[in-house]
């Protein structure tokens, strides 16, 4: 571009001098005029970056508005949330029967707890007693940040130091007596132990030797278990947490129970357990027509030809018409 304008002023100034009329062009209002020609050119290429760059701030201004808006949302639900009354302990009195891996184990249930808490409609006043031994140091070592937990009183002394004997109500599946209802007036207990099968009973032989109430939830009453009625910690937990927002036990029972405890329904439960009997009769109808029998002496035996897995080296008996025989 700048050879052709160069050519065409040259050619500019031949004219001029054979017209006599003009003067030649210096250096300097070459490069000029070639920029203007430039500046002409590029013309359209700025009016669309002017345009890019308005859009560009319209985004960045909407953009800004909506955060804003999102964190009013967030402020306006903080808003609604209504705090309990109702205190939730958990009792981490139980260290010294635990190893480290169960001890590690109840360290991440505490955690859940702690989050679901913080998240919940109607969060409830959450104790940690007790606290010390591995436990303080397992969360010293692997959640530094536990000592920054809000809406948490996390103590050393034990329960009954911090809290009325008569508001206490400790909640253990052993207990005869239903929690029917939740009094916000009171403080329960969960115990904090993650291997109940070595120390069966010790939630609620504690509460007794205390003379402080006890009670088991009503999960018998609406769900039936594949395995044993004692739940997680964190399980307990959030389950007083839905029923505090729900007023159902079911629906609190069915909202936080893993499916691998085969949790279902006690209706859907006995129509289960009838369709089962039912196929194991069939069962043993065709079993009948296969059986052989032998005779072994005055005492008569059924053979049958079976397969079973061996899931540990302890004995197995296997009974027989009147006979039983270890494997």
């Not at 054979?18 to 050119?41: A, I, N, T, V």
């Not at 009171?186 to 109940?196: E, P, R, S, T, W």
């Not at 159902?248 to 009997?277: I, M, T, Y």
Request: positive net charge; hydrophobic residues 30%; glycine residues 4%.
């Amino acid at each position: 571009a700048f050879n052709e304008v160069f050519i065409t002023l040259e050619k500019q100034e031949a004219g001029s001098d054979r017209e006599g009329c003009l003067e030649p062009m210096s250096k300097r209002q070459r490069k000029k005029l070639l920029k203007q020609k430039q500046w002409e050119e590029q013309k359209d290429l700025r009016r669309q970056k002017r345009k890019e760059k308005r859009q560009k701030r319209k985004l960045e201004r909407q953009s800004k508005l909506d955060s804003n808006n999102e964190g009013d949302d967030r402020k306006r639900m903080r808003r609604e949330v209504v705090p309990s009354t109702l205190r939730l302990i958990v009792d981490c009195s139980f260290d010294d029967l635990m190893v480290l891996k169960d001890v590690k184990k109840l360290h991440k249930q505490i955690q859940r707890c702690y989050a679901e808490n913080r998240k919940a409609f109607h969060p409830v006043q959450f104790y940690l007693t007790s606290h010390g031994g591995q436990l303080k140091s397992n969360m010293n070592e692997n959640d530094k940040g536990w000592v920054n937990w809000k809406d948490i009183q996390i103590r050393t002394e034990h329960y009954s130091e911090l809290i009325k004997k008569e508001d206490l109500v400790y909640l253990t599946s052993d207990s005869p007596d239903i929690l029917r209802e939740l009094d916000e007036k009171k403080a329960y207990v969960i115990g904090g132990l993650v291997d109940h099968n070595h120390h069966k009973g010790i939630t609620y032989k504690k509460a007794v030797e205390q003379g402080i109430g006890h009670a088991q939830l009503p999960l018998g009453n609406f769900v039936k278990m594949n395995s044993r009625k004692v739940l997680a910690v964190n399980h307990v937990f959030e389950i007083i947490l839905a029923y505090l927002e729900k007023r159902d036990w079911k629906e609190a029972f069915f909202s936080v129970l893993p499916q691998r405890k085969g949790a279902v329904p006690l209706g859907e439960a006995n129509d289960l357990s009838k369709h089962a009997l039912s196929g194991k009769e069939d069962e043993d109808n065709d079993l009948d027509t296969s059986e052989q029998y032998q005779e072994t002496g005055t005492n008569s035996y059924k053979s049958l030809s079976f397969s079973m897995p061996v899931l540990s080296h302890d004995p197995v008996c296997v009974v027989l018409s009147d006979k039983y025989f270890s494997l």
